[in-house]
């Protein structure tokens, strides 16, 4: 028999992503269910100021909708030179929500005058795992790199084609989804969402 765990998102890549992480830790006997596969109910608008804040309150509002224990994640990118900004404004950052297109034409405009050295950047990503009348577990992975001149590449999502992890000639959106799964930001987060998991499935 498995265990139902919500997975507070719609995004196919994240579920995957995850089933991923379990299949390679060898954690058997949850069964992720996504946002799409549940009833709707209200979910709190992202006003944290942390990615941990937000992640907590996706968690937190899929368990008490659902009764079932639940994993959300919210995620972004730093940029040295715009001061840490988009952070928690990554996937409205362009003024339009999930506007991957508009949001990177925005980033690269603002970064158009400077140099290669001071292009650095994090991609970011807190995971809360919350259970119903038990732990709150908040995990926190960070992959660092720099933004490229002009994307490249057509796999990932978000600002994945402007990103090129470091020691890497290539971008994110260039990786093949195992690489992408052994270095990225939220497979750093959710590998540390194993155990709790593991004791979860029993």
């Given at each position: 028999?498995?265990?139902r765990?919500?997975?507070a998102?719609?995004?196919?890549?994240?579920?995957?992503?995850?089933?991923?992480?379990l299949?390679?830790?060898?954690?058997?006997?949850i069964e992720?269910?996504g946002?799409d596969?549940?009833?709707?109910?209200?979910?709190?608008p992202e006003?944290?100021?942390t990615f941990?804040?937000?992640?907590?309150?996706?968690?937190?509002d899929?368990?008490?909708?659902t009764?079932?224990?639940?994993?959300?994640d919210?995620?972004?990118?730093?940029?040295?030179?715009?001061?840490?900004?988009?952070?928690v404004l990554?996937?409205?950052?362009?003024?339009?929500h999930?506007?991957?297109?508009?949001?990177?034409?925005?980033?690269?405009?603002?970064?158009?005058?400077?140099?290669?050295?001071?292009?650095?950047a994090a991609?970011?990503?807190?995971?809360?795992?919350?259970?119903p009348g038990g732990?709150?577990?908040?995990?926190?992975g960070?992959w660092?790199?720099?933004?490229?001149?002009?994307?490249?590449?057509d796999?990932?999502?978000g600002?994945?084609?402007?990103?090129r992890?470091?020691?890497?000639?290539?971008?994110?959106?260039?990786?093949t989804?195992?690489?992408?799964?052994a270095a990225?930001h939220?497979?750093?987060?959710?590998?540390?969402?194993?155990?709790?998991?593991?004791?979860l499935?029993g």
């Amino acid at each position: 028999m498995s265990v139902r765990v919500l997975v507070a998102s719609r995004n196919a890549k994240k579920l995957k992503e995850l089933h991923r992480v379990l299949d390679a830790a060898g954690v058997n006997g949850i069964e992720l269910v996504g946002l799409d596969e549940v009833p709707p109910f209200p979910e709190a608008p992202e006003t944290g100021a942390t990615f941990e804040e937000n992640a907590l309150a996706k968690a937190r509002d899929g368990a008490a909708a659902t009764g079932m224990a639940c994993i959300a994640d919210d995620s972004g990118v730093e940029i040295d030179a715009l001061n840490g900004m988009p952070g928690v404004l990554s996937a409205r950052w362009s003024g339009t929500h999930g506007n991957d297109g508009a949001n990177t034409a925005l980033v690269l405009a603002q970064l158009g005058d400077v140099p290669d050295e001071r292009r650095g950047a994090a991609f970011v990503s807190a995971c809360a795992l919350v259970i119903p009348g038990g732990d709150e577990t908040v995990v926190r992975g960070e992959w660092r790199g720099v933004i490229g001149r002009e994307p490249a590449g057509d796999g990932g999502f978000g600002y994945d084609p402007i990103f090129r992890p470091d020691g890497d000639t290539r971008s994110a959106a260039e990786l093949t989804p195992a690489e992408k799964d052994a270095a990225s930001h939220r497979g750093r987060a959710l590998v540390q969402l194993v155990p709790a998991l593991a004791a979860l499935a029993g």
